[in-house]
C-alpha cells in the first residue's frame, strides 16, 4: 500500500498551513469537522504548532509506514505516518485521511516531538 501524490500533496499543504497558523487555508485541506475542532480549540492548534518545528519543507522526511483501516463501507481510514528529522528534534507525524470523501481530506493530526540526544 502506497500514499498517492495527491496525498502526499496534501500533507505539505497541511504542515506549511500549520507553521503559518493560516486557519482559514486549513478549510480546504481537513474534513469540517476537524476545522471546526481547530476554530474552536485554539489550544490544538497551537499545540500542533509547537511540536512542528519552523521549516519551509518537508525534505528531510522519512516515510514510516501506511495502513488502511476497513470497517464497513462507510468507515473507511488511511494512515500516514512520517518521521521528520531536524537539527535538535525527532517529529513523528501522522496523518489520517478519510476515505469516504473524493478530496482526501485529513480528518486527524497527531504529532509527537522526540528531542535527540546529544552524541
Known amino acids: 500500500m502506497s500514499i498517492s501524490s495527491h496525498q502526499e500533496t496534501r500533507i505539505h499543504e497541511l504542515v506549511y498551513q500549520i507553521q503559518s497558523r493560516n486557519i482559514e487555508a486549513l478549510k480546504n ?3 469540517p469537522e476537524l476545522h471546526e475542532k481547530i476554530v ?3 489550544k490544538y492548534l497551537e499545540q500542533l504548532c509547537s511540536l512542528l518545528p519552523e521549516a519551509k519543507s518537508l525534505k528531510n522526511k522519512e516515510l514510516i509506514s501506511t495502513s488502511e483501516r476497513i470497517l ?3 468507515d473507511r481510514s ?3 505516518l512520517y518521521k521528520l528529522s531536524y537539527p535538535t528534534d525527532l517529529v513523528y507525524l ?3 485521511f478519510s476515505k469516504n470523501n473524493k478530496r482526501s481530506l485529513v ?3 497527531q504529532i509527537s516531538k522526540v528531542a ?3 552524541a
Do not use: A, G, L, N
Open 29 to 31: 485541506s481537513v474534513t
Open 40 to 42: 474552536t480549540e485554539p
Open 72 to 74: 464497513d463501507r462507510d
Open 78 to 80: 488511511f494512515e500516514v
Open 94 to 96: 501522522q496523518i489520517k
Open 107 to 109: 480528518d486527524d493530526i
Open 116 to 118: 535527540k540526544s546529544k
